[in-house]
C-alpha cells in the first residue's frame, strides 16, 4: 500500500478496496455482514452486536484509547516537518501521529490550522489516509475519526481554497433555515473529502450578553427558538453530507462574562430560564438527530449545586442530557487544555470525573501520557469499570460506523478536486452571505455610494488577524472589493487602538477622498477607535462604517450617518458588504441581537428584527 500520506496524486491516494478489507482484517470480518454506511447510499443503522464483538476483543490499554481525540503537529501521519516532530516530543512524547496510534491507540485525531494539519486540500486528504493506514496497520486496527472546528465565521480550521461561509451571527441575520442546511450540506461534502468526518459545529449557544467574550457571533442570536430552528437545519444539512455534526457547548454557554478558555465562567441562571433560554436548542439538535454534543466548562449551579464544571458533572450530563432530554449519542468534552476545566481539579482526575459524568470522548488533554494513565489506573483500581469503557466504546464505534468509516475509510485526490471550493459552492457561498448583510443606519440615503459622485474612497480601520484560511486583512479585502465595483479605493490600516498620530495621519488620508469607509471591531466607551471616527466625521466628508464583527459597535457612534453590520470579517463577509456599499445587492439581514444604547443598556437601540433596506 502506497503512503499516501507523502505527496500521492490524483487516485494513487486512495488505497484499493483488497487493499483496505485487508489492513482492516478482524474489523471488517466482524462488520462484513452490513450495518454500516456506504458512500454512495447514506447511513443506515449500525449493528449493535457486530460492534460489541469487537468491543470484546480489544484489551484495556485499546479500549482506553478509544476514548480519546488528540491534537498532532504536522502535515504528514508519518513524515512531518523537524519543527513538528519537535512539538510532539514534548507535548505527547511521540515524533509523528503514527506513534501516537501505536503507543496510545487514540480513537480521534483532531485537526488545526496552528498544528499545521491543515496546509491545503490535497495535504489534508493525505494525512487523513496516513492516520487511517497506520491505525489499520495495527493489531486490531480501527478507523480513526478525524474532527476539526469547522464553525465558519471566526472559527475555521480549513481555510482557502475551500469554501468558507459567514459564521452563526449572520446566519442568524439572514434568518433562513434553508440557507443554513445548504451551508451545513456544502461545508460537510467538503469536510468529508477531506477525511474529516466529524465537525464541531453547530454552537447551540443563545448569545444574551452582548459581553460575552467567547461566543459572541458565533452564535447564531438571543432568540431561542430562532437559535434552535437554525441548528436543527445546519445539523440536517451535515447529516445529508454524511458528516457527525456537534452541537455546542452543553448546558448553554451564552450568557457569561467570562472565557473558559482562561478561567471558569458561571451562569446563575435559575432552572426556568434555563429551560426557556439555554435548553431550545440543543433539544432541537436532538430530535433533527444530531450525531454528538459538546459539553461546556461551565457552573450552573442552579443545575448542579456541586458547581462542578457541566463537564465533569453527572447530574447535567447524565440527569439532564442523557435521562431527561433522551440523548443517547456521543457526548464529546471541549478541550481538555482549557483552564475552565482545569480549575477545579487535576489533570489526572478530570478525564477520570469526565467519564463518571457520563462523557463519551475525551478532546485534546493537555498531557495525553497523564489523561490515558489515569483512565487506565481508574479502572484497575475500581473506580471505573470496563462496562462503563464498554459503554462509550459502543456509542464511539456506532458513529463510525454510521459514517462509513468500517466500508471506506480512505479519500482521493479526485474527490477533493471534484468538491473542494467548486465555483458553484463558492457562488452558493456569496448568494447565502449577500442575504446576511444588516444595515442598521442610513440617513439620508447616503447609502448605495455612487461611483459618479464618490468615486476614490479611502478604506480605513480595525484590522485584527484574519480568521483562518482567509486573505486579509479587512482594510485590504475591503478596499479591493470596492475597486473591482468601479471606485478607486485605498486601504489604510489604523487597527484597533489606534493612536493619536494614527487617528491624525487617517484624517489626512480623508482630505484626498470623496467618501471613507471605516471598519470598527468591538467598540467600547474607553475604545481609541471612537476617536478615529469623531475625527473623519468631523472632516465634512461622507463616512460609512462597518460593524466587522460585533454589531453593538454602532451604540458607542451616534454620529455616523451608514452603518452596516458584516458579524465577521473574513472575505466572503467583507465582499459582499461591498457589494451593499455598492448597491449592486440590497442589504437584507435583519438583527438577530438586540443593541442595546451606550448610556442605558437595559434600553434597546435596534431591537432583534431591526434592518433597513434600499
Do not use: C
Request: cysteine-free; proline content about 7%; charged content about 20%.
Amino acid at each position: 500500500m502506497p503512503d499516501s500520506s507523502n505527496g500521492s496524486t490524483g487516485s494513487t491516494a486512495r488505497p484499493s478496496r483488497r487493499t483496505v478489507l485487508a489492513a482492516t482484517a478482524g474489523v471488517t470480518t466482524a462488520l462484513a455482514a452490513g450495518g454500516t454506511v456506504h458512500a454512495a447510499t447514506g447511513p443506515s443503522a449500525p449493528d449493535d452486536r457486530k460492534l460489541r464483538a469487537l468491543i470484546s476483543r480489544m484489551t484495556l490499554e485499546e479500549k482506553v484509547g478509544q476514548l480519546f481525540v488528540m491534537r498532532v503537529y504536522g502535515h504528514s501521519a508519518t513524515d512531518p516537518d523537524q519543527a513538528d516532530i519537535d512539538a510532539n516530543l514534548k507535548e505527547i512524547g511521540v515524533r509523528t501521529a503514527a506513534e501516537m496510534l501505536a503507543r496510545y491507540r487514540v480513537g480521534g485525531i483532531i485537526y488545526f490550522a496552528w498544528a499545521h494539519n491543515t496546509r491545503d486540500p490535497h495535504q489534508i486528504a493525505d494525512l487523513s489516509n496516513g492516520i487511517q493506514k497506520a491505525s489499520l496497520g495495527l493489531p486490531r486496527g480501527l478507523p480513526v475519526l478525524v474532527s476539526t472546528d469547522q464553525e465558519h465565521g471566526i472559527v475555521a480550521r480549513v481555510g482557502e481554497p475551500a469554501t468558507l461561509f459567514p459564521g452563526a451571527m449572520a446566519v442568524g441575520a439572514g434568518g433562513s433555515r434553508a440557507d443554513a442546511r445548504t451551508l451545513g450540506r456544502i461545508a460537510g461534502l467538503e469536510l468529508r473529502a477531506l477525511g474529516i468526518r466529524q465537525n464541531y459545529s453547530p454552537v447551540a449557544d443563545v448569545n444574551v450578553n452582548p459581553a460575552n467574550p467567547v461566543i459572541g457571533v458565533r452564535s447564531f442570536g438571543s432568540d431561542p427558538q430562532s437559535v434552535a430552528d437554525l441548528v436543527a437545519a445546519e445539523v440536517k444539512g451535515y447529516e445529508s453530507s454524511h458528516i457527525a455534526s456537534t452541537a455546542k457547548h452543553f448546558p448553554g454557554h451564552g450568557d457569561t462574562v467570562d472565557d473558559s478558555h482562561a478561567k471558569l465562567p458561571y451562569i446563575h441562571h435559575t432552572r426556568d430560564q434555563w429551560e426557556q433560554l439555554d435548553a431550545p436548542p440543543f433539544e432541537a439538535a436532538i430530535a433533527a438527530g444530531i450525531d454528538s454534543i459538546m459539553t461546556a466548562h461551565i457552573v450552573v449551579p442552579a443545575l448542579d449545586p456541586s458547581e462542578d464544571p457541566a463537564t465533569l458533572s453527572r447530574p447535567i450530563l447524565t440527569g439532564i442530557l442523557r435521562e431527561e432530554l433522551g440523548y443517547d449519542g456521543v457526548v464529546v468534552t471541549d478541550s481538555l487544555g482549557m483552564e475552565g476545566v482545569r480549575t477545579k481539579y487535576g489533570d489526572d482526575r478530570v478525564p477520570v470525573l469526565a467519564l463518571k459524568a457520563g462523557v463519551d470522548q475525551l478532546l485534546n488533554p493537555p498531557s495525553l501520557d497523564v489523561a490515558w494513565n489515569a483512565v487506565l489506573n481508574a479502572v484497575r483500581d475500581g473506580e471505573l469499570t470496563e462496562d462503563r469503557l464498554d459503554e462509550s466504546i459502543l456509542r464511539v464505534l456506532r458513529m463510525k460506523a454510521k459514517l462509513g468509516l468500517f466500508k471506506d475509510p480512505y479519500v482521493t485526490h479526485a474527490g477533493v478536486d471534484r468538491t473542494v471550493g467548486t465555483r458553484s459552492h463558492l457562488a452558493t457561498a456569496d448568494r447565502i452571505t449577500e442575504r446576511t448583510t444588516t444595515l442598521l443606519v442610513n440617513e439620508g440615503g447616503l447609502l448605495p455610494l455612487s461611483r459618479r459622485r464618490t468615486p476614490k474612497l479611502l478604506v480605513v480601520g480595525a484590522d485584527p488577524a484574519s480568521p483562518s484560511g482567509t486573505t486579509g486583512p479587512p482594510t485590504g479585502v475591503l478596499a479591493g472589493a470596492l475597486t473591482e465595483l468601479g471606485f478607486t479605493a485605498t486601504a489604510l490600516s489604523t487597527g484597533t487602538a489606534p493612536s493619536a498620530a494614527t487617528v491624525a495621519k487617517a484624517v489626512a488620508a480623508a482630505g484626498d477622498a470623496d467618501a471613507v469607509v471605516v471598519a470598527t471591531y468591538n467598540v467600547s466607551a474607553s475604545s481609541s477607535q471612537k476617536a478615529l471616527v469623531e475625527q473623519l466625521l468631523a472632516t465634512g466628508k461622507p463616512v460609512v462604517a462597518v460593524a466587522v464583527r460585533n454589531p453593538y459597535d454602532v451604540a458607542h457612534l451616534p454620529g455616523v450617518a451608514a452603518y452596516l453590520a458584516t458579524y465577521s470579517w473574513t472575505d466572503v463577509e467583507l465582499r459582499a458588504a461591498a457589494r451593499v456599499i455598492a448597491g449592486k445587492v440590497d442589504p437584507r439581514g435583519t438583527l438577530p441581537v438586540p443593541v442595546q444604547r451606550a448610556d442605558d443598556p437595559s434600553t434597546a437601540l435596534y431591537p432583534v428584527g431591526h434592518g433597513l433596506t434600499y
